[in-house]
Structure formats: structure tokens, C-alpha cells
């Protein structure tokens, strides 16, 4: 029970899943992690707990737990000293931005500094440190000092040429470019990550999507649309009970207007309905059936 | 002709084995706290560095995954923007040398130096000691014949438990002093994972004792960056293209139609 209920909790982290949870689960998720910190504090090896606890930072920040949070936050200072750690002013600034998106900035601004002071070496030339080398700390004023769509995606871009491999950033530029109707750039986007993880199938049914979005905007030829149906099949290679691309699928080929592919597909989704495989999926895939039937 | 059985004085076992057992196992934990307060900071990266790095990696995936393209042309448009943005030196951490065939000295930079320092403090940390033990056994206890084993052996064990006693005749299960002392360097380590209570500390420390220095790579060493970006833009422009997506109709068909 201990073992399987870390790992699901330390998963949940790592894919960043939490960020997604509706409001009842949360809560729930919220009591697991509580109580499971309470009762295993010493039963974890430190690495684990400390990542346990960041999680347990953010829900108690996403179920608006101010005061818990600033305890698991005064955990971790009492451990680690926040003039040495970028992480930890990171951490520390998603407190502050309850209290003001500008504060946090301030915030922000104010910790760099002793981070990227010089330390007097006694074997080499002292490195001097660009504000620019805490990569995380740069990230995450991206996110706060963008006030508008189009200074947002300036940022991202700017963030991305120093980490081209950050394929967060990536897709997040793509929804950027999503959201204002660009989505020849945003595709491209989504390409580049595919690049970097050819075998996630999620992104592989946003790539579909966004072509499909081609297709509806400008009702433009069915090359598009067919490279809609290819990018979803792949993501249903890769993952055959991804119901979005299934979904996806179906959309899809109703627009090109393949009998065929479109049967193989409400098949799919129907028997995806009856055998209940994936019970939060099934609510939205009968919505998703009964719109399009 | 067999040697007649050796009388071993009790007093050896409280005298010999034990504080040569004892002092082991403190040196052994006294040296996996020095190693946790020698190991280095981590340290703030220079952000050019980083975009250098990247960018080549990133060169790097696409060569491995260009198949994710439909078109060979989608793939031929990002590799022309790509020879236009790498050819300059916008992405490089410093520029490259005006002299090709100048050499940088590795010890004039601050990362590799400090690589080196840190190798030295390890094998410090670890020759020093065992040094030290060794020959603390070596001069007190020279020639002991400290105990003898419960069980037999053949005569191939000779030369690892009695080493240090120049008698052919022995028989191999009396053990010497000196060979007691590799036993319990080579053994300790269910004794440490029970002292110290942490996985972690225990492998580092038998790892440190049994000694496999790492070389890290130096500064200086290998093709500059410039070079690289060159090396990896042409590997991009030969990759011979071929689209994963191909045939996934008539596969999707195959297994759902």
C-alpha cells in the first residue's frame, strides 16, 4: 500500500497530471498526499519526500491552502537555504504570486541576486554569472511578466532560442499560437516537439487537431485533412485507448467523408462507451458521439 | 608432510582481529562523511554554454527523428533555416580561436580545474586512509597468524589469506593479518548499510574503495562547437528520408478495418 500509493503520487507529479485535476479530485488528492507525508515522513528516503512535498505545495496552493502551503514552503528552507537555491525561489515565488503577479516579479528580481554573485575561487579565474544562467528562474518570469498574447509568445520565443529542448515551452508557444488562429505556426511548433518525443501520442492528436483547424478555417484542400487522419492514426498506434484521437479520428473522417474510416472509428468509440475503460473519458466521449451522430 | 595444528593464542582474537575490524569500520564511516562534505555545489551553468549544448542536441534529435515528417520537403525547409542560423557563430559559447590550430590550456579553465581539483580531493580522501591502515597492520601485526577458518579450503586460497607469512607448509585456512584486513575492506559493506542506514552513502563507499577513478572529459578536448554544428548540419543534409507516417493508413486498416 505504502509503495503503490508513492509511486502514484510521485507519477502524478512528474507528469504534471495535478495541474489538470478537477476541483473534487484535487481535494481528494489533496487528503492522500496530507495524510501520506504525516504518517511516512521518515519512512522516505529524502529525495522522495522532498519531491512528495513540493506536490503536496502545490495542491495546497490549487485547493487555496495559503498557511499549509507556506509550512510545507518553511519546510523546505528549513533545509535548504534559499541564497543557494534557484529551485527554491522558485518554489517560493508561486507563494508570492498569490499576494501579486508584480510582487512575484519583485520577488523574483530580488533573489536572483545573490544567486548569481561571484564566489572567490582558490583554483581558478571566479566565474561571473549572467542573470540569464538561472534557467529556471527565467522561465518561470516568462510566465509572469507577459501582460499580453502577443508579449507572452515574444518571451517564449526568446526563452526558447537560449533552451531549445525545453518542449514544455514549446507546446505551450503552440497553444499560444493556437489560441490566436495561427495554426501554421502552431503546427510547426508541435512538430518541433514531436521531433524531440516522436513517440507521444498526445502531441501527435494536438498535431491532428491543429490540421483539422486548418481545414475549418479556410476550408482549404483535403491535403491537410488527410494529414489530419494520418497524425491521429499514429497517435492511436502508439496509444490505442487515447479516446481524444479516436474522437479525433472521427471528426476527421466525417470531413473527408469516408464512410469507411468514420464506422471504424463510432466502433471504437462505442465499444470504448460500453466496456468503460477509462471512466472519467467515457462522460465526454458520449458527449463527443452525440454531437457528431 | 602435514604440519601439526598451530596453537592460537585467544588473546589475538581481542588484540589483533578486533581493533583491526573496529578501526575499519570507523575509518570506513568517518571517510563516507568527509566524502558527503566533499562532494561539489552544484554549479550555476553559463546560459551560452546551455544554448550551445542544446542547439547541437537538438540538431541531434532531428537527425535521429526526422521521420516524423510526412513531406521531405517539410524536413528540407527546416534543414535550409537551420544551415543559415548554425553557420554563424550567433550560438556558439565564445568565438572559435583565429589560430586553428591553437591549443587552450585545460588548466586555465575554471570548470575543468575544478574537475580536476575535485578528483584529487576524492583519491585524497580515499588512498589516504587506506593507506594508513594498511600500514598500521603491516607494522604492528606483521607475520600474525590471527585465526583459522572453520572450514576447509584448497591450496588456490593461499595467496589471498595468508599473505605476508612465507611458509609453503601452512595450512590455508590459518589467516594473516594483513590478508584479514583486504577481507574486511572488500566485505564491509552489509556492515556499513547497517550503520550508516542509507543505501546511498553505502554504494558510494564501496564504490570509492574499490577504487575506479573516472576520467572526466577536459576542456580543450575534442572538435570545437563550431566544428560540431558544421559536422552535425551535413550529417543533416545526407539523412536519407523516409516518413514514419507511410503506409499508416493501410496499418490502421489492418488491425481495426
Not at chain 1, 473534487?24 to 522522495?48: A, C, G, I, M, W
Amino acid at each position: 500500500m505504502f509503495a503503490q500509493v508513492k509511486e502514484r503520487l510521485l507519477l502524478l507529479f512528474r507528469t504534471g497530471k495535478y495541474a489538470q485535476l478537477s476541483p473534487e479530485h484535487l481535494e481528494k488528492v489533496y487528503q492522500v498526499s496530507k495524510t501520506f507525508l504525516r504518517l511516512n515522513e521518515s519512512k522516505l528516503d529524502p529525495l522522495e519526500y522532498y519531491t512528495l512535498l513540493e506536490l503536496h505545495y502545490f495542491l495546497c496552493l490549487l485547493t487555496t491552502r495559503d498557511t499549509e502551503a507556506k509550512t510545507a514552503l518553511d519546510r523546505f528552507s528549513d533545509r535548504f537555504e534559499a541564497k543557494d537555491s534557484e529551485k527554491l525561489v522558485v518554489l517560493k515565488s508561486y507563494y508570492v504570486e498569490i499576494l501579486g503577479k508584480k510582487d512575484a516579479l519583485d520577488y523574483l528580481e530580488k533573489a536572483a541576486v545573490p544567486l548569481i554573485q561571484t564566489r572567490p575561487s582558490l583554483t581558478a579565474e571566479p566565474v561571473q554569472h549572467h542573470e540569464k544562467d538561472l534557467r529556471q528562474i527565467e522561465k518561470r518570469k516568462v510566465a509572469l511578466k507577459s501582460d499580453s498574447p502577443a508579449s507572452y509568445i515574444k518571451n517564449l520565443l526568446e526563452y526558447i532560442n537560449d533552451t531549445p529542448l525545453d518542449y514544455e515551452s514549446w507546446m505551450e508557444l503552440a497553444e499560444q499560437y493556437a489560441a490566436l488562429g495561427e495554426y501554421e505556426k502552431a503546427y510547426d511548433c508541435v512538430q518541433e516537439v514531436l521531433v524531440g518525443v516522436p513517440a507521444a501520442y498526445v502531441v501527435w492528436c494536438r498535431a491532428g487537431e491543429l490540421c483539422r483547424l486548418m481545414f475549418l478555417r479556410d476550408g482549404r484542400g483535403k491535403e491537410v485533412l488527410q494529414q489530419a487522419t494520418r497524425s491521429f492514426m499514429r497517435a492511436i498506434e502508439l496509444c490505442e485507448l487515447h479516446t481524444r484521437s479516436w474522437c479525433g479520428l472521427l471528426a476527421a473522417a466525417r470531413d473527408l467523408k469516408d464512410k469507411k474510416l468514420e464506422a471504424i472509428a463510432r466502433n471504437r468509440l462505442e465499444q470504448i462507451v460500453e466496456g468503460r475503460t477509462n471512466d472519467t473519458d467515457v462522460g465526454r466521449v458520449r458527449e463527443v458521439l452525440a454531437l457528431i451522430g | 608432510m602435514p604440519v601439526p595444528d598451530l596453537v592460537l593464542d585467544p588473546a589475538l582474537k581481542l588484540w589483533v582481529l578486533l581493533p583491526i575490524s573496529v578501526v575499519m569500520v570507523l575509518v570506513g564511516i568517518l571517510r563516507s562523511y568527509i566524502s558527503v562534505l566533499l562532494q561539489p555545489k552544484m554549479k550555476l551553468q553559463d546560459y551560452r554554454l546551455v544554448r550551445e549544448q542544446q542547439h547541437l542536441a537538438r540538431l541531434r534529435t532531428y537527425r535521429r527523428n526526422y521521420s516524423i515528417f510526412w513531406t521531405k520537403q517539410e524536413l528540407q525547409n527546416r534543414i535550409d533555416f537551420f544551415i543559415s542560423e548554425y553557420s554563424g557563430t550567433k550560438y556558439l559559447k565564445e568565438l572559435p580561436p583565429s589560430d586553428p590550430n591553437e591549443i587552450k590550456n585545460p588548466l586555465a579553465d575554471a570548470n575543468s580545474s575544478d574537475l580536476l581539483l575535485q578528483m584529487v580531493k576524492n583519491n585524497f580522501a580515499n588512498y589516504v586512509p587506506q593507506t594508513l591502515i594498511m600500514w598500521w597492520v603491516n607494522y604492528f601485526f606483521k607475520g600474525y597468524v590471527v585465526m583459522r577458518l572453520p572450514f576447509n579450503l584448497t591450496g588456490n586460497f593461499k595467496s589471498m589469506l595468508q599473505q605476508s607469512i612465507d611458509t609453503t607448509d601452512l595450512d590455508v585456512t590459518y589467516v594473516s593479518s594483513i590478508s584479514w584486513y583486504f577481507v574486511n575492506l572488500l566485505g564491509l559493506k552489509s556492515i556499513y548499510s547497517l550503520l550508516l542506514d542509507d543505501g546511498d552513502i553505502v554504494n558510494q563507499l564501496m564504490a570509492q574503495q574499490q577504487q575506479q577513478p573516472m576520467v572526466p572529459p577536459i576542456a580543450g578536448a575534442g572538435p570545437s562547437a563550431d566544428k560540431q554544428f558544421k559536422a552535425e548540419l551535413e550529417n543533416l543534409q545526407i539523412v536519407p528520408f523516409k516518413s514514419c507516417l507511410e503506409g499508416i493508413e493501410s496499418r490502421f486498416a489492418e488491425k481495426w478495418g
